[in-house]
């Protein structure tokens, strides 16, 4: 059982928003940043966000993300189909001493 | 090309070892810290610790300690997993990943690249 933990699916018509929300606690999102990372089928984790909502260096400016207390978001803006993949939300944990992965939420664009 | 490539399938028996290798390319392979990720068959993934790649340096799991070690090879930009006692459950694929840096400035757990993943299956 994650730590983080995230809204098992997103989806939305080509161009909509969708917001995906990771929920934490005091030691790991509380007090340390978090990273978002993509993942298409059948591929490795592809770094999106990093720093809470610092974009990876070639990501669009559809994805954003920002943090609040023990909780943070991933926002995409202008969906589009090749959006379609599972996200997940990560953060370093101080009590256990992991770097812990979210649940992870499948987006799906209708 | 900036790159890290991984060795080949593996399938073991329970109670067998497997030995992964990452190879680093097209980068200053000691400047960043190199991460071991696994992700068992639909789940999400599990980091298993870091290593050094200059001075050697690890930090493992507490979930793996005991069973899992670590390596670097500068020689030849390679680093290494060992996973030994292997059950059923370590069925996964596993990913060497480097940490982000950013003109020295370097994000300890955010990784910018990733090996393309070893499958090891672990069946009786």
């Known amino acids: 059982q994650s730590l983080l933990t995230q809204t098992p699916s997103a989806s939305g018509p080509p161009g909509q928003r969708v917001t995906i929300s990771c929920s934490g606690s005091r030691s790991n999102i509380g007090q340390n940043t978090v990273n978002w990372y993509q993942q298409l089928p059948g591929a490795a984790p592809k770094l999106l966000i990093y720093s809470n909502s610092r974009r990876s260096s070639g990501v669009p400016d559809r994805f954003s993300g920002s943090k609040s207390g023990t909780s943070a978001s991933l926002a995409i803006s202008g969906l589009q189909s090749e959006d379609e993949a599972d996200y997940y939300c990560?953060?370093?944990?101080?009590?256990?001493?992991?770097?812990?992965f979210g649940t992870g939420t499948t987006v799906t664009v209708l | 090309q900036v790159q890290l490539v991984q060795s080949g399938a593996e399938v073991k028996k329970p109670g067998a070892s497997v030995r992964i290798s990452c190879k680093a390319s097209?980068?200053?392979?000691?400047?960043?810290?190199m991460h071991w990720v696994r992700q068992a068959p639909g789940q999400g993934p599990e980091w298993m610790g870091l290593?050094?790649?200059?001075?050697?340096?690890?930090n493992y799991a507490q979930k793996f300690h005991g069973r899992v070690s670590m390596s670097s090879d500068t020689s030849t930009s390679t680093v290494h997993l060992e996973l030994t006692g292997l059950r059923s459950d370590d069925t996964a694929v596993y990913y060497c990943a480097r940490i982000y840096c950013d003109r020295g400035d370097c994000f300890t757990h955010a990784f910018d690249l990733w090996g393309q993943g070893t499958m090891v299956t672990v069946s009786s």
């Open positions: 290593i050094n790649p200059s001075a050697g340096g690890t």
């Open positions: 097209g980068y200053s392979f000691t400047e960043n810290f």
């Open positions: 990560a953060a370093w944990d101080d009590n256990l001493r992991i770097y812990v």
